[in-house]
T-cell receptor, first 116, second 111 residues
């Protein structure tokens, strides 16, 4: 398998549940990201990891907790979410930290999350 | 800060029509520019890119030219197909912040 793979593709969870989203990249990249895509809103960057170190957290609520155990894997742990957290969550990776110019990101297919 | 403005959609065309999706930007320095495409139910795929002024990015019949003087990166295709129906995102990377995306433009192509 190549590229960026996200699991699960779809997830329905209650507000009291705990679940995790998984992302794996097979591109040998050094940086990974979580984005949130809500209907009729621009893509929102949530977290940036560069060389397994979190380098950016865009004021994301603590009910979202990322984890990057190595450069190929990224998790997003979810607990006590709200219905407004329902969205498509996209993982991406890039060769270098995307805050550097000329670096493009490669995206996974996303996890469609519904909070009920 | 950096920003990207795209034309509002949806853009509705018949098959084989000419496509233009406008994109303008404001950025610090000289950014790299990208077009991403998102097919229904999928993530974003890089469609094309340009890294300096007057560069033309091209892929799958789509083209966009980096115009520094007008701060634009309009996406064009000479003859669209039904399979091109998707949401198209213009984005930039200036080296001072993370990728900045436009809001996306939905393209609907009918047979």
């Amino acid at each position: 398998e190549t590229g960026v793979t996200q699991t699960p593709r779809h997830l329905v969870m209650g507000m009291t549940n705990k679940k995790s989203l998984k992302c794996e990249q097979h591109l040998g990249h050094n940086a990974m990201y979580w984005y949130k895509q809500s209907a009729k809103k621009p893509l929102e960057l949530m977290f940036v990891y560069s060389l397994e170190e979190r380098v950016e957290n865009n004021s994301v609520p603590s009910r979202f907790s990322p984890e990057c155990p190595n450069s190929s894997h990224l998790f997003l742990h979810l607990h006590t979410l709200q219905p407004e957290d329902s969205a498509l969550y996209l993982c991406a990776s890039s060769q270098d930290d995307i805050r550097r110019k000329n670096t493009e990101a490669f995206f996974g297919q996303g996890t469609r999350l519904t909070v009920v | 800060g950096d920003s990207v403005t795209q034309m509002e959609g949806p853009v509705t065309l018949s098959e084989e029509a000419f496509l233009t999706i406008n994109c303008t930007y404001t950025a610090t320095g000289y950014p790299s520019l990208f077009w991403y495409v998102q097919y229904p139910g999928e993530g974003l795929q890089l469609l094309l890119k340009a890294t300096k002024a007057d560069d033309k990015g091209s892929n799958k019949g789509f083209e966009a030219t980096y115009r520094k003087e007008t701060t634009s990166f309009h996406l064009e295709k000479g003859s669209v197909q039904v399979s091109d129906s998707a949401v198209y995102f213009c984005a930039l990377s200036s080296g001072y912040s993370t990728l900045t995306f436009g809001k996306g433009t939905m393209l609907l192509v009918s047979p």
